[in-house]
């Protein structure tokens, strides 16, 4: 993620003279929503980074709740739906749903 980011920001930076704004669907936090707490903290410390060091990369986040919070009959997954890569269940997509607005908070 950090590497397609800044890849994203040089592309940006060959137009000093435009402004930009670079928008991203997921980001370096996103890691924590698919991993144990325990395997989370190893991978900061493999990275020498912080939780609040990865928050800190960007201006504003804008959070877009999942339609499985509310709206479970229109989420589909899995082979044969409208994203067959989703693999995750409604249940689970909501628990990450919850667990990512409190990891950007």
């Known amino acids: 993620q950090m590497q397609q980011e800044a890849t994203y920001a040089r592309f940006a930076?060959?137009?000093p003279d435009k402004p930009h704004v670079l928008l991203h669907d997921r980001g370096c936090l996103d890691g924590r929503l698919f991993?144990?707490?325990?395997?989370?903290?190893?991978?900061?410390?493999?990275?020498r980074l912080t939780q609040e060091e990865l928050l800190s990369r960007y201006d504003i986040v804008v959070h877009m709740t999942s339609v499985a919070?509310?709206?479970?009959?229109?989420?589909?997954y899995g082979p044969g739906s409208s994203n067959p890569s989703r693999y995750h269940t409604p249940e689970q997509a909501r628990e990450a749903?919850?667990?990512a607005q409190e990891v950007y908070a």
Do not use: S
Request: net charge negative; proline share 4%; charged share 35%.
């Open 35 to 47: 991993c144990t707490p325990e395997q989370w903290e190893q991978t900061l410390v493999a990275t």
């Open 69 to 76: 919070q509310g709206m479970e009959e229109l989420y589909d």
């Open 97 to 99: 749903d919850e667990l």
């Open 13 to 15: 930076d060959l137009r």
